[in-house]
Structure formats: C-alpha cells, structure tokens
C-alpha cells in the first residue's frame, strides 16, 4: 500500500481507513496473547493459566514501554511526512531503530537478571513461581524482536500506511497460534513453548516489516550511508517519546500493583483475572488504535500548517470512539459467561467463571470511559503536547491502585472494576477542561 496523505480529503474517511487495520492487526495480536492463555489453561493447567497471567502486566510494561518511545518518534515522522521533509524522515527513522537496539539489548540483560526479584515482590505463589520465571525469561529475549516491529510500524503509520502492519500480525498471529495448537495441544510440551512461539512470531513480524519498507516505501528506506543517528533528532525522539513511554508504562505498571492485591486471593482468582483482563485488551486495544489514527492524522496536518482541518477530525474520532463502545458493550454483556468458558475446564471451572462473568457485566458499562480518555489522548499527542497525556495517565493510574487495594480485600476482584471507573472518572475531570482552555490559547495563538 502507497502512503497516505491525511492533510486533503475526508478526515472521517481517512480516520476509519486508518483505524480499521490497525483495529484488526490488534485484535489479531491479542488473539495470539489469548491462545496462549486458553491452551495454557486447557492444556498444562491452571497453575500455567495464574503463571501467564501473572507475567502479563511485566509484559506489558516492555511492550508498551517500547512502543510509547516509537509512538513518539511516529509523531516526529508524521510531521516530516506532512511537511514533505524527506531528509528528516530518513534521519529519524535510522535513529529510531539505532536508539532501539542499543535499548533493546539494555532491557534484555536487566529483565533476565531481575525477573526473580520482581516475581518476589509481586508475592507470585510458590507453586507457580518456577513457571512464571522461565516463562517470562523467555518473553524478555524477544524485546528486540517486539522493539523493532513498534518501530517498523509506527514509520508506516507515519506515512498513513496502518494496512500493512495488519497483514504481517495476522501471518504472526496464525504461525503462533498454530504452533501453540500442535506443540502443546497435541505433543504435550509446556509452558517454554508458549513463550517461544510468542518470540517467534514477533521475529517473523519484524523481519516481513523490515522486508516490506526495504522493497515498497522509498521514503523510508535507509542506504548505508544514512544508518547514523542524528544527535538533534534523538533529544526531540527522547523529549517525546520518553514522557510517551513513561505514559504507555504507567498503565501496565498499574496493573502490576493491582496483580499484586489479586496474587493474595489464591491460584483460582489469578486465573480468573487473568481471563478477565484478556476480554479488557479487546475492548481497550481498539479503542487506542482509534486514538493513534487522531494522532496521526493531527500531527500531519500539523507539519502541513493546516490547522482547520485539525478540530474536525478529532471530533469525528471521538464519534468513531463512542460507536465502538456500543459495539464492545452489547458482545461484552452478550458473550461474557462463553467467553469465561473458554479459559477454563474441568473441576473447579464453574467459580471461575462466575467471578469473571460479573467482572465482565459491570466493566462492559464502564469500557465508554477509556474511549473518550484515549481519544483525548491522541488530540494531545498529535499537537506534541506529551506532558499532559502523562500527567492524566498517571492520576488515573495512581486513584485506580489506590481504590484497588482499598476494594479488592471486601469485594474479590469485582472491586477491581470500579476502581478503575473511579481512576477514568477522575481523568476526565482533568482532561476535558483542559482541552477547552488548551483550544482556546491554541486559537488565540494562531
């Protein structure tokens, strides 16, 4: 696919273009993630189920970590990218993937290292303790691997391209799946198979990303001669995306105090979390992808100078934000009790899914919260504005593991989700005057 120029035509059409692929290549992405929990759970046991789950928000935290530093660098390239600059375009991308290596290679020795220590503190059962710790060991070795599909991406989301990302995470997400189905399913192999077919599939992903740019999109092809990084470039890379990966980071490490309060209600409920935050992904993820495509779109029209057409996009994002909470909030309060039933068999299985299946009613209400958080979100990121994405992201953050520990011991993991509504609540309470005034001196400026 050719690049895309959002700075002329319809924004909703290039807002719904740009936001279906990347809509579909994370779901498939998160349908690879759940695989691996269902046959865990299915196949090995619970004890494998609690083990993925409890690694999953230290996952998250690398995950979103590295791709908070190349949405970052996405803003920066989409700016270029509107402002026909090329040269720049070429720079920052070399920096980009020359940063993330040397950064990459950082997060894979200390990860490593200090996987025992963090399980530790996360008070993670004995009894799945040595599981938890070769499976994550293992996820950590992929952080190259998971660093440049980010990057990779983010430069094609950059020039408007979101179709071509979709098509290599749906070949990754078959390959993992069907490696998964046959080494473990089948043969019987444990929970290091899980982790490496995960690794695997982000390789393949990163590798055809790579391959595609170098055959399709001369704009961000690199000769020899350009594989340097441009010392101007990387502070303004690291300006933004350090304050972006700080914001992407605060989320899971949320999640990873709020794992903390569930790992002492026992085996059954991790497992039972573990399955409900699975359903959480499928509804957040997209709802971000729509909040990258405001990015995306607000960002190039700002290096295009054509700040007119800046205010009627975001709009109409956040209309595309509320008609996919619809959608997620009537499967959601249809499908929650088949869906807990996916996760788990077998002796045991009918508590689980009732603990989930109401944990699921009450956050199918509450999932219209995050879309207007994270349409908001993207306004903000596009103008450059980083500092007050992470100022919201960390008041959210902050009330939802409060009222977390202060619920969860009374109310199991159904505390939980009001926590998080209470967290939400409390964001856009800040965000959404702040917009107001923030368009206001935008429009006086201008």
């Known amino acids: ?60 935290i690398i995950i979103l970590g590295i791709s908070g530093i190349c949405i970052g660098a ?31 290679i950082l997060v894979v020795c200390l990860g490593i290292g200090l996987t025992p220590a963090l399980l530790s503190l996360l008070k993670v059962p004995q009894e799945v303790m040595g599981m938890t710790t070769v499976y994550l060991r293992i996820i950590f070795l992929g952080a ?26 749906m070949i990754s997400s078959v390959l993992n799946g069907v490696l998964d189905i046959l080494f473990i399913g089948f043969l019987g192999f444990g929970i290091v198979c899980s982790a490496v077919t995960t690794v695997l599939a982000e390789a393949v992903s990163a590798g055809l990303s790579m391959a595609y740019i170098y055959k399709k999109i001369p704009d961000l092809r690199l000769g020899r001669s350009e594989w340097s990084m441009d010392g101007r470039l990387l502070k303004k890379t690291l300006q933004y995306g350090s304050v972006t990966a700080l ?26 979390y573990n399955a409900v935050t699975r359903v959480d992904d499928f509804a957040f993820t997209p709802e971000q992808s729509i909040s990258h495509g405001i990015t995306t779109f607000v960002a190039q029209n700002r290096g295009a100078k054509k700040e007119a057409r800046i205010q009627p996009g975001f709009v109409r994002g956040l209309r595309l934000e509320f008609a996919y909470w619809i959608l997620i909030c009537a499967l ?52 450059g ?44 309470l800040y965000e959404v005057p702040y917009y107001f005034y923030y368009k206001k001196k935008w429009n006086q400026s201008a």
């Open 332 to 383: 959601t309060l249809l499908l929650h009790r088949p869906i807990m039933m996916l996760f788990v068999s077998g002796e045991g299985a009918d508590g689980m899914v009732e603990i989930g299946s109401q944990y699921l009613v009450t956050m199918a209400f509450f999932y219209l919260f995050p879309a207007f958080t994270n349409g908001i979100q993207g306004f903000f990121r596009g103008m």
């Open 144 to 169: 190259p691997f998971t660093y440049f599909y980010n990057a990779l991406a983010s430069a094609l989301k950059s020039v408007g391209d979101s179709k071509t990302p979709l098509k290599f995470l």
């Open 1 to 60: 696919m050719a690049s895309v120029n959002m700075t002329v035509g319809s924004p909703t059409k290039h807002l719904i273009s740009y936001a279906v692929p990347l809509i579909l290549g994370n779901l498939f992405q998160l349908t690879y993630n759940a695989v691996d929990s269902i046959i865990a759970g299915r196949f090995i046991g619970k004890e494998a189920l609690a083990a993925t789950g409890t690694a999953s928000p230290v996952m998250n």
């Open 247 to 272: 914001q992407q980071a605060c989320q899971p490490v949320g999640k990873l105090m709020i794992q903390g309060a569930v790992n002492t209600l026992g085996v059954d409920t991790i497992a039972a």
């Open 74 to 104: 996405g803003v920066l390239m989409s700016e270029f990218f509107g402002a026909k600059d090329k040269e720049n375009l070429k720079k920052e991308m070399a920096t980009t993937l020359l940063f993330g290596l040397l950064f990459s």
């Open 385 to 428: 504005n980083m500092n007050v994405t992470l100022l919201c992201t960390f008041i959210q953050t902050s009330l939802r593991v409060i009222f977390t520990f202060l619920l969860v011991p009374h109310m199991g993991i159904y505390g939980v989700c009001f926590a998080c509504a209470i967290g939400w609540s409390a964001m856009l």
